[in-house]
């Protein structure tokens, strides 16, 4: 949208005080990225994301997850491929 919002800046401060890498959060982007491209052509839009609070419940996800970085690099490359299609 352009503009940061305040309780984004909040969460960005709070995710940088728990020791959150970047790489996590990035991690993050790239898959629900990956879901959000990866959904049926049929399917109903999904809104637009408006907040960093929505990457929250991923971001968690990510830090549970135990697989290589190996395996956020495939999504990279799977994202290179499919979004200039969508």
Known sequence: MGIIRRPDR????QLYQRGISASVIENAF?????????????????FTIRSLAYFL???EEVLSLRVSPE??????HKLERIAPTR
């Open 10 to 13: 909040v969460l960005a401060a």
């Open 30 to 46: 790239v898959l629900a990225a990956t879901r959000r491209l990866m959904r049926p052509a049929d399917a109903p839009p999904l």
């Open 57 to 59: 419940p991923v971001i």
């Open 71 to 76: 395996y956020f690099q495939y999504l990279r």
